[in-house]
């Protein structure tokens, strides 16, 4: 089904998420999966993978592309499952905001603090928060190797104020505390494949990998078209057409 269900459409308005179990197909994660570990683990000790600390000092890994061209990671965020899912879930015309893998390497992987995405992508000149984040377990992701936590409902609250703290975005912290005692705290476990659509006001974070696995995800951010940066801030999130492409194209991809 391209666009969400009934019952999909009103968790994400009242929880602010909701997992979409089976979003890949299992040949198409391990496609997927193969193919970017391969590209990734190779360019992870190159500048273009960034490294972002925790409180700890532990790392985690992240791959952000400023454009989605014809490699596998550009057609799958092209996909027309995550395009309709977005554009139903947004409600307006959109395109891609950003594409990204975020990865959680055994036993090193650190933690991302409490955010909202919308909390930094307001910085890059977004007026609204008519945008949304689909993030792809492209491995097992629980609570040892550090799978999203989310604050389920809290995207009522608004855009939160955020401080800079070791190269991560958080939110204030008498807001999170405040935060953290209204609303239900909940660990998504995800199998490989699944997928998490949230929206860009729900507080998230993960902890740690202190297992011997991996815990990867391929996050692709929308946008409603109007909703573009006002400015250029950053060389990612600016409109560019969103070329819809059809389901699993990125299989047939280099
Ligand atoms: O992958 C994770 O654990 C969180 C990533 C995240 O929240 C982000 O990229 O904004």
Redesign the pocket.
Known sequence: MLVPSKEEMRAYEVDGYFVRKNFLSEPEVVDFRDHARRQLEDEANSSTVMEKGDKSGKK?L?KLWNHAGDDKFGMLARDERLARMSEALIGEEIYLYSH?M?M?QPREGGA?EW?Q?FGYWYNNGCLSPEMLSI?IALDLSNKAN?C?QVLKGSHILGRLDHVRENGQTNVDKPYLDAATERFEHVYVDMNPGDALVFHSNLL???DANNSDTYRW?Y?CSYNAVHNAPFTRAREYGNYEELKIVPAGSFMAAG
């Open positions: 985690t992240l990204k975020t959680k991302w955010h995405d993030w550090g999203l998230h974070r993960s995800g996050i």
